[in-house]
């Protein structure tokens, strides 16, 4: 038994081939936008660049930074749940060994594509060990080669701070917290 099948063609115009009427509407737009804003002002906000600076909403995140522990080390830990919930995948991370067995792997690489990330904040909740922050409040400076906006290890540890979380449950008293 074999199906019957309907094609359906659109029928069109001609005025509907050449757009004209499409793009007289858009034009339209664009003219009552272009009045609207050079003689009534209400959509647009203009600051002086260099003297005056953009305020961000209070949730604005800002640039990455990698936090460091009290001895001056990188908290990062290399276990690779930030660059596995990234969705964007910005971040890339080539664990190391240390001779030391009581110190954990640490990043030898950690590098961040600034023009790849979406700044959804997802690398900094899956952090275990509170090793990377995006709370500098620093936009992203403009570059001129996509290389410039790669951040290195050394540029995020630039940015950071000594963390005061507790990490892996340290201290005597670590059970009577929680």
């Not at 979380?165 to 201290?171: I, L």
């Amino acid at each position: 038994m074999a199906a019957r099948v309907k094609i359906v063609r659109p029928t069109r115009t001609f005025k509907d081939e050449i757009y004209l009427v499409e793009v007289v509407r858009g034009l339209g737009v664009t003219l009552r936008h272009l009045f609207v804003n050079l003689l009534f002002r209400r959509e647009t906000t203009t600051i002086q660049y260099p003297e005056e600076k953009a305020t961000y909403p209070e949730r604005f995140r800002g640039l990455h930074r990698l936090m460091t522990r009290d001895d001056g080390s990188v908290r990062c830990v290399a276990c690779m749940m930030c660059s596995t919930a990234c969705p964007a995948r910005c971040i890339h991370i080539e664990p190391a060994q240390t001779d030391d067995a009581k110190v954990e792997k640490f990043p030898a690489v950690f590098q961040i594509d600034e023009l790849l990330c979406v700044d959804c904040g997802l690398c900094v909740e899956a952090c275990p060990c509170d090793a990377i922050r995006m709370d500098t409040g620093v936009h992203p400076s403009p570059v001129l080669h996509r290389k410039d906006a790669l951040m290195s290890k050394i540029d995020l540890l630039s940015r950071s701070a000594r963390s005061i979380a507790v990490q892996g449950g340290e201290g005597p008293d670590w059970r009577k917290s929680s």
